[in-house]
Structure formats: structure tokens, C-alpha cells
């Protein structure tokens, strides 16, 4: 099936660390993306990576690949309370001829001060 | 990064009528948009896939009769929702990409009410 599994919910406090993950389905997706959505609103892309890379970092953003398991992370250091929202990962498959986003199930994250 | 518009934001409208959901790729030419629901606390759906010039490709599922795509230009797709009812409503997303296979833009999404 094409089930993008992530975590519902993640509580961390402000200036923590927090850590998104997501489990993927297709080998064969070359990108994959973490969005962010902020209540009544569109998705806004946070960062991608490339599935031949192992990490990429952008500012406050890490995110880490294991192509092995078919696991991806996003860490947001710092966390503010701005980063309340909620992250979906996505992929595009292969078998979709890298046309159709397949997004995650979306985690909600929630910083307290 | 690139921008897609979509309009309106927020609708109410009355069972039985029709509403129409805009979206446009405003720095960019798309030759294929997206179309996305999704319900409350949940992820998104694709609905169907808008190809200019020719008909949109459904989703298992989804009423091709219900929901009519229409894409008659390189900057926009339309959604027009028919004969609307209350478990219609939901908040529908469009996104664009580029060039094939790189990241997706996303319109602001439409909440979509029917009384």
C-alpha cells in the first residue's frame, strides 16, 4: 500500500529539541519533503531531501535519512512556540511516475513555553 | 519559492448549489496541478490529478461527476464542486509543481461549508 505512517502527537517545551518521524513506503522516491501547516492553512514546505543523501541540515532543520529502513526524521532544534503546527512527511513514488505526492498521516506538534 | 493562489479562502453556500474553487500558479507555468482534500485533524487526500489541455485523472473513489476539474490554461485549475452537500464540506488544497518530480507549492487551501 502507499501508508506514510508518522507519530499523531509530539509535546516538547520551548528551546527543547524536537524530533518528527516518519516511515515511508516506496524505495524507488527520489525526494522527500516535510511540510508544515499552521491551523486553517495550506501547506508551506519546510525542506526536502534527496533519497541518495543521509542528512541535510538548514538552519534550525535536520533532516536524516535511512534509505535501509525507509525512515526519515525531522529535527527542529531550539523549538519555539511558532513551531506549534503540524508536519507532514511526503514522498513521490516511483510507481505513480514521480507525479503524486503521498503524504503522511501528519504530526501534531505542541510547544509550550 | 514559487506561488499558487487559490480563491476563495473561506465559502459558505446552500445545499444543492455549486461552487467553484480557483487555484492559480502566479510565477510559474504548470501543466499539472493537484487537487487535495482534507478533513478535520486528518491528512490530505488526492482527490485528482488537473492536466492542461485534457481531462483530469480521478482518484479511486472520487466522483468525477461531483468534483469537475477543469484546467484551460498553464496558471489555473479550477474545482467546482456540484450540487454541494453538508458532507462536502471540508478544506480543499491545490498544489503545483515546476518541473516534474521537484517540491510541490500549495495554495493557501478553500474551507468549504455547505448548510
Known amino acids: 500500500g502507499e501508508d506514510v505512517e508518522q507519530s499523531l502527537f509530539l509535546s516538547v517545551r520551548e528551546g527543547d529539541s524536537s524530533v518528527i518521524n516518519c516511515t515511508y513506503t516506496?524505495?524507488?522516491?527520489?525526494?522527500l519533503y516535510w511540510y508544515k501547516q499552521e491551523p486553517g492553512a495550506g501547506l508551506q514546505l519546510l525542506t526536502y531531501?534527496?533519497?541518495?543523501?543521509d542528512m541535510k541540515q538548514d538552519q534550525r532543520l535536520t533532516v536524516l535519512l535511512n534509505k535501509k529502513d525507509k525512515h526519515l526524521s525531522l529535527r527542529i532544534a531550539d523549538t519555539q512556540t511558532g513551531d506549534s503546527a503540524i508536519y507532514f512527511c511526503?514522498?513521490?513514488?516511483?510507481?505513480?511516475?514521480?507525479?503524486?505526492?503521498?503524504f503522511g498521516t501528519g504530526t501534531r506538534l505542541l510547544v509550550s513555553p | 519559492g514559487a506561488v499558487v493562489s487559490q480563491h476563495p479562502s473561506r465559502v459558505i453556500c446552500k445545499s444543492g448549489t455549486s461552487v467553484k474553487i480557483e487555484c492559480r500558479s502566479l510565477?510559474?507555468?504548470?501543466?499539472?496541478m493537484f487537487w487535495y482534500r482534507q478533513f478535520p485533524k486528518q491528512s490530505l487526500m488526492l482527490m485528482a490529478t488537473?492536466?492542461?489541455?485534457?481531462?483530469?485523472?480521478?482518484e479511486q473513489g472520487v466522483e468525477k461527476d461531483k468534483f469537475l476539474i477543469n484546467h484551460a490554461s498553464l496558471t489555473l485549475s479550477t474545482l467546482t464542486v456540484t450540487s454541494a452537500h453538508p458532507e462536502d464540506s471540508s478544506f480543499y488544497i491545490c498544489?503545483?509543481?515546476?518541473?516534474?518530480?521537484?517540491?510541490?507549492?500549495f495554495g493557501q487551501g478553500t474551507r468549504l461549508t455547505v448548510v
Open positions: 488537473s492536466n492542461e489541455g485534457s481531462k483530469a485523472t480521478y
Open positions: 531531501i534527496f533519497s541518495n543523501m
Open positions: 510565477d510559474f507555468q504548470a501543466t499539472t
Open positions: 498544489s503545483a509543481r515546476p518541473t516534474p518530480n521537484t517540491e510541490a507549492f
Open positions: 516506496d524505495s524507488s522516491s527520489t525526494y
Open positions: 511526503a514522498e513521490i513514488p516511483g510507481n505513480t511516475g514521480f507525479q503524486k505526492l503521498v
